[in-house]
């Protein structure tokens, strides 16, 4: 793909906006392009649609968790990056149970970011180690059923190797465990609530053969009863 | 429902000692010393089998005052109704004595009282003395209305004095044996959990102090050699040395600590030190943490200490616990030719060198 990708950036520190506008504008051939800054969503639903491939949400906005306008943007189709301070694996669950495409802990930084960023642009899975922890440290009854291979290159990836070290790790080749890595995410976008930007990374992964499409109804049928909304306790709810 | 204390356990052993030397008494005094005095006077009564009748029924309700005790029970209700059918029975016989002969023949006011003790030994006193003063003055009433002359009156004064004297005494003895007991078991508990708590601080002591003087031999040549000159601070090896005796040392300061998670608690202890030297480290943990055996922990964090100070500019630690034990993962970026600690006793290490990158993982499985 060599389209520049938009992005909109939703945060109220000028700090971050400032950091992360620098990192996605310093991107090699001016790849990524930031074509909006805005401090909360109200601001940017009439507008986006058309100007952004990407938002780049933070959770916390003016002191307050916006988990539950997730669901509403998603549903527009907005594909949409989590970029937040709040790594806590139910809180990532929820966020994308809501129908975001990719979770990036502010602590991990740049190149997740960039990655995350451009695989969601063109509907691909990315998933970075915050949100293999989530993944692996899910409990909720109906989760996705992860195959032994899909969950051993998950942890590994987890416990910070590179691609090309679960590869060797694993005798497989690099390409291989991004397959697993992937197989285990699109079980998620499978799974709870129906939103368009699960639907698009669907049928993203039937197209470049990640998944089967008789699969995606089995794992659907596996998550029927897979309650939709479960928000942490410990998330405010918003209005 | 919660523990009960081994004071409350004593106190309670006491108590039922007591409550049962009491129930002796008083069916020992109704066979005894009512029984004898009713036997006596067989033929004397207006009617025999009424006689008979009360002294059985004050026996069934002696049978029924037991019954409530034993039970520890505090409750007013039972203890009053024991104490109102004593109370009526003994009247009504009182009454039913020959004329003339009540003081001679009645053997049921002193029984009576008894019966109220067993009933109230854990109402307050001041109910006993309740029951006390309207069983003397309805045994006075059926004496005035009987024989209401001086002789006995001074009678009726010495029987009081002497039976209704001695039953208030015992219930006053029985608070102080309670209070008494009460405070020696709790001191007893006291002194058993002082015991407790001494024999846990030698322990750790010993422990400690064996630790502290194993990590002496280790500590001590790198730091006399830094203090002699014959030790370069500037060389790596020394300075690595140096690390990892710095983090054996925040170890044993953490060992010490009071913690719910040791293992975590230790690996941030030893983290600690490594990021004093600019290492950021990150550490994370997936699951429940089981509870593992000492010497598998010190293995663990030995390694940790190892890996830590290897690395040169960051750490990443995983703690991951699975229903079958714990696995503890590595990644750090150091040298090539950095050693992979040797797998402990119950551990299994296994190592991989991707470039810079180092990742090493400490196994334990619960067996």
């Known amino acids: 793909m060599d389209r520049v990708v938009r992005v909109a950036i939703v945060e109220d520190h000028p700090v971050v906006i400032e950091g992360v506008t620098s990192w996605l504008n310093a991107y090699p051939q001016r790849r990524i392009e930031v074509t909006q800054v805005v401090p909360d969503i109200g601001t940017l639903q009439p507008l986006t649609r058309l100007q952004a491939d990407v938002v780049i949400l933070d959770l916390e906005l003016g002191g307050r968790m916006i988990m539950d306008e997730i669901s509403g943007l998603a549903a527009g189709g907005q594909r949409i990056v989590v970029f937040s301070a709040h790594g806590d694996p139910r809180i990532i669950d929820a966020v994308i149970d809501a129908g975001a495409c990719a979770f990036v802990a502010k602590d991990e930084g740049r190149d997740h970011l960039f990655d995350a960023v451009l695989a969601v642009a063109d509907d691909r899975p990315y998933v970075t180690r915050s949100q293999a922890k989530a993944i692996l440290a899910d409990r909720r009854p109906g989760r996705p059923a992860l195959s032994g291979k899909e969950h051993e290159a998950l942890l590994l990836w987890f416990q910070g190797m590179s691609k090309a070290s679960v590869a060797r790790r694993m005798s497989i080749s690099e390409n291989t465990v991004r397959q697993y890595i992937d197989r285990a995410r699109i079980k998620y976008a499978a799974a709870g609530r129906p939103a368009p930007t699960k639907d698009a990374l669907l049928a993203r992964a039937i197209e470049d053969g990640i998944i089967q499409p008789a699969e995606v109804a089995l794992y659907t049928s596996y998550a029927s009863g897979y309650a939709s909304g479960q928000m942490p306790p410990s998330a405010p709810k918003g209005t | ?367």
């Open chain 2, 1 to 367: 429902m919660t523990a009960l204390q081994p004071s409350a356990i004593l106190t309670a052993r006491y108590a039922r000692a007591f409550d049962a030397a009491v129930i002796v008494v008083v069916a020992g005094w109704h066979l005894a010393g009512a029984g004898s005095l009713l036997a006596a006077h067989l033929g004397d009564y207006r009617s025999d089998p009424f006689q008979i009748a009360g002294w059985l029924a004050l026996a069934a309700a002696i049978a029924a005052g037991s019954v409530h005790l034993l039970r520890g029970s505090a409750e007013p209700g039972p203890a009053w109704m024991v104490a109102g059918a004593a109370f009526v029975i003994s009247t009504a016989v009182a009454a039913a004595c020959p004329p003339g002969r009540m003081l001679e023949t009645d053997w049921a006011w002193g029984t009576a009282g008894w019966i109220g003790l067993l009933a109230m030994l854990r109402r307050p006193v001041a109910e006993f003395v309740i029951f006390l003063t309207l069983e003397a003055l309805a045994t006075l009433g059926v004496l005035l209305h009987d024989d209401p002359h001086r002789l006995a009156l001074a009678g009726f004064i010495t029987v009081l004095f002497s039976s209704a004297g001695l039953q208030l005494a015992a219930c006053v003895a029985a608070r102080a044996l309670n209070v008494t007991a009460q405070q020696a078991a709790e001191a007893a508990a006291r002194e058993a959990a002082a015991t407790t708590q001494k024999v846990i601080a030698d322990r750790l002591y010993t422990a400690r102090r064996s630790r502290w003087l194993a990590l002496q031999e280790t500590l001590g040549p790198p730091l006399s050699g830094l203090a002699a000159g014959s030790a370069d601070p500037g060389d790596d090896g020394v300075r690595r040395r140096c690390g990892a005796e710095a983090a054996s040392l925040r170890r044993l300061f953490a060992e010490s600590d009071y913690s719910p998670n040791p293992l975590i608690h230790e690996l941030l202890a030893t983290a600690d030190v490594a990021e004093r030297r600019g290492v950021a480290v990150d550490i994370e943990t997936l699951g429940a943490i089981p509870v593992m055996p000492p010497e598998i922990r010190r293995a663990i964090t030995d390694i940790a200490i190892a890996a830590l100070t290897a690395a040169v500019s960051r750490a990443r630690v995983i703690v991951n616990a699975t229903g079958a034990g714990i696995a503890v993962s590595f990644l750090i970026d150091s040298p090539a030719g950095t050693a992979v600690p040797a797998s402990a006793p119950g551990l299994v290490v296994e190592s991989q060198r991707d470039g810079d990158d180092l990742w090493m993982e400490a196994q334990w499985t619960v067996s």
